[in-house]
């Protein structure tokens, strides 16, 4: 018995210690990998790799496949010219890259808007709508993002949720037939954005029933908002079409806060492998060249489950 003792004694510092040499390791950024291809589908943005691959898209596109992304986002695709998407989507597909969310934005995200049930905003969503049918075919997009504005205060919840739902409906009918997915986002930015929780946009999802509405799950939105991710994305799982990473505070890369995306990032590939995008919509840490190379250190450390 005392021996035995000794040997678990013994196994659980030597774990310990290797634990915590890792952690050392990494955080005087010596934790090193090569550069093969990400098991999860981490999704950068143009701009987070610019110190290391300069200004130019196309060199920024190469880099990241170089460091192992097979993946990108672009908040902004529909406002960049026809030539600049054809660009993109041309390199992307020679490298094997999975184009991620572009947001669908006519001027009303970021105000009262659908929640009215006002014919002017429905009008111009679903206009918008109809463009980015175009977009996403230039770019092979399958995933946009919508926010469906703020609240309408002299509106009862039920006819705000009504009205969001029908303008919703009608926007799934312009992408249905072209295998294309609005994906909602709750967000956490300020207290008069309608879309905020897990639960109300699944039941949002439910309601439109349709292939061509699901859910943006941001890891860093529904941190503040609602905490319990791994339980909250469970019991969206059926409605989720798209995930996105910002650690908390600060929404920068992950080990920066408080979520552990290690865990995370396990918990939805053992559920889905690479099926979904994740998309990295979040700042850097670190300024420079060092910060972006400590940036990709901080996936490499969290993919490796």
Excluded at 125 to 137: G, H, M, P, Q, Y
Excluded at 181 to 193: F, G, K, Q, R, Y
Excluded at 284 to 296: D, H, V
Aim: aromatic fraction near 12%; charged fraction near 30%.
């Amino acid at each position: 018995m005392s021996s035995r003792r000794k040997f678990i004694s013994k196994s659980i510092l030597s774990a310990a210690g290797l634990s915590l040499a890792a952690k050392q390791s990494y955080a005087a950024g010596k934790y090193q990998y090569d550069d093969k291809p990400f098991k999860s589908a981490f999704a950068p943005h143009f701009g987070m790799f610019k110190n290391s691959a300069g200004d130019d898209l196309i060199d920024q596109i190469r880099f990241m496949h170089e460091r192992g992304f097979r993946a990108l986002e672009d908040n902004g695709m529909m406002k960049r010219s026809i030539e600049d998407q054809e660009k993109i989507a041309n390199e992307m597909s020679k490298l094997g890259m999975r184009m991620g969310v572009f947001v669908i934005d006519g001027g009303d995200n970021w105000k009262v808007s659908l929640t009215t049930g006002k014919d002017e905003f429905k009008d111009t969503f679903l206009k918008t709508c109809r463009e980015a049918v175009d977009v996403a075919k230039r770019v092979n997009a399958k995933w946009m993002t919508v926010v469906p504005g703020y609240f309408e205060r002299n509106l009862p919840l039920g006819i705000q949720t009504s009205n969001v739902v029908d303008a919703l409906r009608r926007g799934a009918d312009i992408l249905e037939p072209h295998g294309l997915t609005m994906v909602l986002e709750p967000l956490s930015d300020n207290p008069d954005l309608f879309l905020r929780f897990s639960d109300q946009t699944y039941n949002i999802c439910q309601s439109v029933n349709s292939s061509a509405c699901k859910i943006l799950f941001d890891m860093y939105h529904m941190q503040k908002n609602e905490g319990r991710l791994t339980y909250h994305m469970d019991q969206a799982w059926d409605e989720i079409g798209y995930f996105q990473i910002g650690d908390e505070p600060g929404r920068k890369e992950p080990t920066t806060g408080e979520i552990n995306y290690k865990f995370l990032f396990e918990h939805i590939y053992e559920k889905a492998g690479d099926q979904f995008i994740l998309g990295m919509e979040h700042g850097n840490a670190f300024k420079g060249k060092e910060g972006e190379e400590k940036l990709i250190a901080a996936y490499r450390w969290c993919d490796d489950f």
